[in-house]
């Protein structure tokens, strides 16, 4: 255990500074209609707990050591959580799962309407690689830049998130094989992580030797961190989670717990954690530590 | 004139071999689900000019000379009519402008359902990027690549077309200044026509001062092109333009013939479509011809 390198305080304190540089991460100068900006600032600045951006940050560090790398990587931190946000905007719209409150505040479409929050989401997408490719000016070199591009456009799009997304939806009108809940996981949750991990590595100047091994962390560490949702969903505590616990049961959605039983869905994270820490102690990083850390923290997470 | 540069034949041509590079875009091997693929297809091969990806084509050969460029421009042609493509489908939503049928066909949401359509929009737009990203391995600077994901981001987002449609709608509750129908004009049509002509121009090696007056051509070009829409819509052919003409009136939206009337509208193409050709000139390319006879091509159109 690790729970010396990664507090409570360096995860809030990480938190707080990618929000603040989410907050003038669209240039004040930009020609954007101020009620579009607006509805993209509300939802970038409604909270949470800032995962992948923490986790592009401390990959960056466990290459590279600590502080070098980290202006550079903000910039990509800020384009992952934008994807994230964006893609809770286009969730909860009526048309998909038809959602009013999102962390304890009204829903994006509900506060400025459905076409906004169409646009809001579709500019912070389009935004995400603006950021993307502000890292050049920074240090990072341009087929390092280049290659983030790459990633996040496959793992975000239609083969990565969105298509997870899709199968969901797809799911919801009957399919129930574990496979299929495999695949959704895994794309809808899984491949933002194993961006925001690759990302920092490659910001850091890891190896393709490091990326594999890292990109194996990421992956179970993406499951693990799904499954665990699916359990915080039925026996986790309502004010903790800031939402509705039970949702996923009230929407007939195909979980973990609903197909292997809550005993070994517990016994899965474990699991799957415990290999994630194996995979990345192949990387041979020089410093490791929050990385291992964050993987501990988010098996035990109540929120 | 330069009619006898850029014939019927020669727009028919290359959209075709557009056509063919859009099918195969998203990779066959990656984990799409099928019919998330069918949506993103059925709106890519929904036919349509393709004067987007054409003007890419011709602005990279309007630099470099016939040919050279050909191969490492047609991910970036693809890309942007990905992006073009999406804004309909987002467009179509019945929570934006609701329509039915687009090109003769239903749109998508009504073939594919609401959630799907939304989730094929996103899937474009993500590949967008990704298709400009493999532009690197064609033989161009990686820099260069990503000047054009910069670009692309920052005239298709939340600054450029998104920002564009934003407007469009806040307008639709009230607002009629020719300012405002400018700004909408600007970035909902023109500034993707910027994104064409400049990003082939970057792809055939332009020089600074190239694409600044590349920028002005595209500009006025973009500008023509809108209002030459506002007026086809009031007085054009609608099996010739393949939608109901007068849409714009019963969804009470202002255009230029509404604002300026139509006898000025009329003359605006034309003096916009003469400034363009002017500032083409400024740009002392190689192979001008093409992007002239377009020019022409598209202030004369009837669809």
Redo the contacts between chains.
């Keep these: 255990m690790n729970a010396s390198v990664v507090t409570a305080d360096y995860l809030s304190r990480t938190a707080y500074e990618i929000e603040q540089a989410l907050r003038t991460s669209?240039p004040q100068e930009?020609?954007?209609?101020a009620?579009?900006?607006e509805a993209?600032l509300y939802s970038l600045e409604a909270g949470g707990k800032r995962l992948r951006p923490i986790l592009v940050l401390a990959a960056a560090e466990a290459v590279r050591g600590e502080g070098s790398t980290y202006e550079a990587a903000m910039p990509v931190a800020c384009a992952i959580e934008m994807i994230h946000t964006?893609s809770l905007i286009?969730d909860d719209?009526p048309?998909?799962d038809n959602d009013d409150y999102r962390r304890g505040k009204p829903t994006n479409h509900k506060v400025f309407?459905?076409?906004?929050a169409?646009?809001a989401?579709?500019?912070?997408?389009?935004?995400?690689?603006?950021a993307?490719?502000?890292t050049?000016s920074l240090g990072v070199?341009?087929?390092v830049?280049?290659?983030i591009?790459?990633d996040?456009?496959?793992l975000?799009?239609?083969?990565?998130m969105?298509?997870g997304?899709?199968?969901d939806?797809?799911g919801e009108q009957g399919v129930t094989s574990l496979t299929e809940l495999e695949?959704i996981h895994l794309?809808k949750t899984s491949d933002l992580i194993v961006f925001s991990i690759t990302s920092g590595a490659r910001i850091g100047g890891a190896t393709p030797e490091q990326l594999a091994a890292l990109e194996e962390f990421a992956r179970k560490l993406g499951l693990a961190f799904q499954v665990r949702d699916d359990i915080l969903d039925l026996v986790g505590d309502e004010t903790k989670l800031g939402k509705p616990v039970q949702s996923d049961v009230q929407q007939q959605k195909v979980t973990y717990p609903f197909i292997i039983g809550m005993e070994q869905s517990l016994e899965l994270v474990k699991r799957l954690t415990k290999e994630s820490k194996e995979a990345l102690r192949q990387a041979n990083l020089s410093m490791p530590e929050k990385l291992l850390s964050i993987a501990d923290y988010l098996m035990n997470r109540d929120h």
């Design positions: 669209v930009w020609p954007v209609p009620k579009l900006r993209m964006y286009h719209l048309a998909m309407g459905e076409a906004m169409i646009l989401g579709d500019g912070l997408l389009s935004h995400a690689f603006y993307v490719s502000q050049a070199p341009s087929e830049a280049l290659a591009v790459s996040l456009a496959k975000s799009g239609a083969s990565g969105v298509g997304q899709a199968a939806i797809l695949y794309h």
